[in-house]
Structures are given as structure tokens and as C-alpha cells.
């Protein structure tokens, strides 16, 4: 028989201590007023807070990440600030088959008169709604398989980015998106992640996750991952400043493994694939 993972032991453990804080002694009371319940509940609540900050927070980013990656499908309600203005966004997201809707509400432009941008990802085909090609609602685009493959979610990817970390700390227990999680918080130093080597983060991810950062020309990062009682990212925040100025994100998740409907847009409504690059081009 395998040895059970810490990481597994850590994220059974917060689950245990959750379900024996909701269930209780497993005594039935016959009686009670409705004082009593309440002092009950309490005292629940508190078991239940006493768990998760309890939990040491580099084994429980490891099972975050080992149980992120098993999830199929979730949702996000964030925003984000960055050299191209403020937004708030929200998405769904399907791993298997590959498929995502995803929503920014920001300023308006000459591309999202509205200051919406919706996108639509269907396997290695991406639709996003257009004022620019007449008579028509959204370009297409085939993004070619440009996604690496079996690259993990961006939730992963945060929770891996915080466990390699040397400051590495938790800072208490909080409600984020909408569930009571234990917040972790580090500095992550980009050299510092490029030049990582261990458990705690494939070099595949620490790779896309560095780049991203580069993208935003950071070179550190503030980083905050909270994990609630079933082992999962409740909530990522990233705040750094690098050359293109303040960058901050927030992002709350729910519904794992929920079913979830992701659809192509009409097919009337869109722009072929040549006449999207076609108005792309005349753009330029």
C-alpha cells in the first residue's frame, strides 16, 4: 500500500475536523432554546476556524494545488487593475473539453464601445464581440493550439507561485467568496521563481506563471492565496508595481465541478475566421 501524501493528510484533516465541527458530538439534544442552538453554532463556527488556521499553510498550498488540478470546471468573479485601466470580470471555465466564457467590464474604446469585452472559448477556436466588422457581432480566431497543453489553471498556478516562496505565512482566517478559508500570503520575487527547482511547482507552470508576470513588467509580487475547509482556492489577490505602473488582481472561485454550459455564438452573428483577420488587419 502507498503511503498516504502529507499534503492528502493535511486537506483530510481540515475536512474532519470541519465535518466533527458541524455535526458535533453526534449527541442529539431533545431539548433547548433557541439560545442554546445559537451558542451551539458558534462554537462550531470556531472549531471550524480553529482548523484551518491551524493547518500548516506550505502542506496545505500543496493539496490546494494537487486538488485544483482535479477539478473539471469553476467559476470566477474578480477585478483587476492595470496599465490598460480598472475592470471587474467574471467567467466560467471547463477543463476537459477546453471551453470558457469569460466577461470584463472596463473603460469604454474604440474596440468595446460599451466597455465590454465577452469571449468565447471553444477547444482552439476563440469568439470575441465586435463593433468593427458590419453586420456581424463577434470575430473569430484560431488560436492553433497555442495554449500549452495540460498547463494548469490560474488558481493553480498562484497556489503553486505562493509555495515556493521564503516568506511564506498565514495571516488568519477570513470569509472569501462566500466560505471561510485561511489566508496565505508571500512575496513572490521573479528571478527568484525563475530559477526554481522543486516539489512545490512544475517547470511548466512556474515558466507560464513567470511570463505572465513579465508580461506586466513585474519583478515581485505580493501574493495572497486563501484555501477553505475542502482543500480548495477560495480566493487569489496579486499587488505588485512594476515599469507599466500599478497591477493588482482578485479573483474569487466557486461552483467546482458543477455542470456548466459554454456554447459557440450563433453562427449568423459571427465573422468567418478570414474576415475577422481581414478587419484585424485593416485596423492596423
Known amino acids: 500500500m ?3 501524501p502529507k499534503s492528502v493528510t493535511a486537506v483530510t484533516g481540515i475536512a474532519l ?3 466533527l465541527a458541524a455535526c458535533g458530538t453526534g449527541e442529539e439534544k431533545t431539548s433547548g432554546t433557541g439560545g442554546d ?3 451551539e453554532r458558534r462554537e462550531g463556527e470556531n472549531s471550524a476556524d480553529k482548523a484551518l488556521k491551524a493547518a500548516d499553510p506550505l502542506t496545505t498550498l500543496k493539496a490546494a494545488v494537487v486538488k485544483g488540478a482535479q477539478q473539471n470546471t469553476y467559476r470566477t468573479k474578480g477585478k483587476r487593475k492595470s496599465a490598460d485601466g480598472e475592470f471587474t470580470s467574471e467567467g466560467v471555465y471547463q477543463v476537459k473539453p477546453d471551453a470558457a466564457e469569460m466577461k470584463d467590464f472596463g473603460p469604454k474604446t474604440e474596440d468595446t464601445p460599451d466597455g465590454l469585452s465577452h469571449i468565447i472559448k ?13 453586420g456581424k457581432k463577434w470575430w473569430t480566431f484560431d488560436l492553433g493550439g497555442a495554449k500549452a497543453k495540460e498547463q494548469a489553471e ?6 503553486a507561485a505562493l509555495a515556493t516562496t521564503g516568506d511564506l505565512k498565514s495571516t488568519g482566517v477570513e470569509t472569501a467568496g462566500g466560505r471561510r478559508a485561511a489566508h496565505y500570503q508571500g512575496t513572490v520575487v521573479v528571478s527568484e521563481l525563475s530559477a526554481y527547482k522543486g516539489d512545490a511547482m512544475k517547470d511548466k507552470d512556474r515558466d507560464a506563471y513567470v511570463n505572465r508576470l513579465k508580461d506586466q513588467g513585474l519583478e515581485r509580487i505580493t501574493l495572497g ?3 477553505d475547509g475542502n482543500g480548495l482556492v477560495a480566493r487569489t489577490e496579486e499587488k505588485g508595481k512594476g515599469s507599466k505602473g500599478d497591477y493588482s488582481t482578485t479573483d ?3 461552483g467546482f465541478g458543477e455542470p456548466v454550459t459554454i456554447k459557440a455564438p450563433p453562427a449568423s452573428e459571427t465573422a468567418g475566421k478570414q474576415e475577422s483577420m481581414e478587419a484585424l488587419a485593416k485596423k492596423k
Open 225 to 227: 492565496v486563501w484555501v
Open 252 to 254: 474569487d472561485y466557486s
Open 37 to 39: 442552538r445559537g451558542t
Open 17 to 19: 475536523a470541519l465535518a
Open 2 to 4: 502507498k503511503a498516504i
Open 122 to 134: 471553444i477547444n482552439d477556436t476563440m469568439y470575441g464581440n465586435t463593433a468593427a466588422i458590419p
Open 154 to 159: 490560474p488558481f493553480v498556478l498562484m497556489a
